[in-house]
């Protein structure tokens, strides 16, 4: 028997959660071929000396709705071992493009320097993307969400009122066409505005529509913070009225009057599982800090109307005042936990990497770390990316243990060079997934090794109702990373997060390599899941 590669001597750790054992894999027309003792010889044949050999990693949670499109070999993701993303989270997707949601991804790409690279024009429905991606040729397979906000923005633009009834079937009827095009399911941003605009019927009206294409929902909740209880109360009232599988995004607990509240609501999905039914299941990424706009830590009436609107508020003295009376505290009561990551208006470079209390005691005390904070929001309208340094490192730990809950990065595949490469990005973008294998398996044996593969490949396979992926087995296909376990690590930091990771040997998408020994061959062989 021939094949065209055959990895021998391998440590396979195969995504299901059982034991690693030792053996070859031999792959042929992009599949799995063999698995165990192989006889036969490859076309080319890889001694692994060693090496774990597991199933590409799925990143259930990620960004790179916009940035794939100009960065197609996906070099922060498959770098890290990662063959399939799934976009469109957080409510926030690159399709469908009408109406005020066409305007908020056309201003992504010309704020972010990428104007000239990408033209959005090439789509508008999920479909037309999910073909624009496919056309060119991509280093990853990918599949998406349809967004909440894309949807609302659509129908509704940026107003914070509730839908009329035939404007909740117009966007019914939206979410209806994605998911006849292709998408995996729907999600909602609850936490950012237009999606904390909508009530639980609408939401509800939505997911039933993505549960009748076989979806499942995930969720940026309405609150990771004081309201976490309450908020997970609510996604979970959406799953069982919708009847939808629940996917909770990057669960996490913020503020220290909120630490330890993890043990609860773990504790409540998995009784709603046992008593009710409801598929529930959850996502972390492995950090102690989120990342998401710094306008988002104002008010949400604030944002009514959308950016505009936000912008003119900020310049009106009285509105300004109650907009920082209005500062969600408890995202913004430690300001040396604030670091802003990246601005658009080049006047502000200075602001990147610093925090909002340096920023501060830089300009002295006539300016308060509010209203720095506010400026910031105002000169670069909008645009501006910070981290928060709120969680607690053992919540983290919790969450990781639990059955429930897989891995995630919450990032976007990026490039070292460069718009894609400019600022001080959470370092999740390049390291979550050799992160966890390198800091919480071997060196603080947080979990063992199959079991944090199962979080990041055969557990994200099974939510997504792949059956050929997300495992090593036979006729699987051959996405495949390799990586040694005693190298694997994260090598980036928060201020020098551009840093692809050690470690990470070859990563092969549907039977090529897109990484052979550590670099990248530049490959595309990605697929579009879901069409």
């Not at 009834?165 to 292709?182: I, R, T």
């Not at 059956?467 to 495949?480: I, S």
């Amino acid at each position: 028997m021939s094949y065209e590669y055959v990895l021998r001597n391998g440590r396979i750790v195969d995504g299901t959660g059982s034991p690693w054992y030792r053996g070859d894999v031999a792959v042929a027309d992009g599949r799995i071929a063999a698995v165990g003792a192989v006889a036969g010889e490859g076309d080319a044949e890889i001694d692994l000396a060693g090496d774990v050999v597991a199933p590409g990693f799925i990143d259930i949670h990620t960004h790179s709705d916009f940035t794939l499109p100009a960065n197609r070999d996906a070099h922060s993701k498959v770098r890290q071992g990662v063959t399939l993303e799934i976009v469109g989270n957080c409510g926030t997707s690159a399709a469908p493009r009408y109406g005020a949601a066409a305007r908020s991804v056309d201003d992504w790409f010309e704020s972010n320097g990428l104007g000239d690279e990408v033209d959005p024009d090439e789509w508008d429905s999920m479909a037309n993307y999910l073909a624009f991606l496919e056309a060119d040729g991509l280093s990853l397979n990918v599949g998406s969400l349809v967004g909440h906000g894309n949807v609302r923005a659509a129908v509704l633009g940026h107003e914070d009122r509730s839908p009329s009834p035939d404007e909740l079937e117009e966007m019914c009827d939206l979410v209806a066409e994605a998911m006849a095009d292709g998408a995996v399911g729907l999600s909602t941003g609850l936490f950012y505005p237009p999606g904390c605009y909508a009530d639980v019927d609408e939401v509800v009206a939505l997911a039933e529509v993505a549960a009748d294409h076989d979806g499942f929902y995930a969720t940026h909740m309405r609150s990771e913070s004081d309201g976490l209880i309450e908020s997970v109360e609510e996604t979970l009232e959406i799953g069982r009225r919708a009847d939808v599988p629940v996917q909770v995004s990057h669960h996490k607990a913020i503020g220290p009057d909120n630490w330890g509240k993890v043990r609860a609501t773990l504790r409540r999905m998995e009784l709603v599982r046992q008593r009710e039914g409801i598929d529930v299941q959850c996502d972390q990424y492995p950090y102690v800090a989120s990342s998401t706009s710094l306008g988002a830590l104002l008010p949400n009436w604030a944002h009514d109307g959308g950016d505009d609107a936000l912008l003119e508020r900020l310049r009106d003295p009285e509105t300004r005042a109650r907009i920082r009376d209005d500062l969600k505290a408890d995202r913004t009561s430690n300001w040396d936990g604030i670091l802003v990551t990246g601005v658009q208006n080049p006047d502000l470079k200075a602001c990147e990497g610093k925090t909002i209390a340096e920023l501060a005691a830089r300009d002295g005390e006539d300016r308060r770390p509010a209203d720095i904070l506010l400026d910031i929001v105002l000169e670069d309208g909008n645009r501006t990316m910070h981290v928060n340094f709120g969680m607690d490192e053992t919540d983290v730990r919790t969450v990781m243990r639990h059955d429930l809950t897989m891995v995630g990065s919450d990032g976007s595949s990026l490039r070292q060079s460069g718009p894609l490469g400019e600022g001080v990005p959470h370092p999740r973008n390049y390291g979550t997934f050799p992160r966890v294998l390198g800091h919480y398996v071997r060196e603080e044996e947080v979990i063992p090794l199959e079991r944090a593969v199962h979080k990041m490949t055969g557990m994200p396979a099974s939510r997504l109702g792949l059956d050929d992926r997300g495992v090593v087995k036979r006729d699987a296909r051959a996405d495949l990373t390799v990586f040694d376990p005693e190298t694997v690590e994260q090598t980036g930091d928060f201020l020098d997060p551009a840093a692809y990771p050690a470690g990470v040997e070859h990563v092969l998408v549907n039977g090529e390599f897109v990484v052979e020994d550590g670099d990248h061959t530049g490959a595309r062989p990605g697929d579009v899941i879901g069409t």
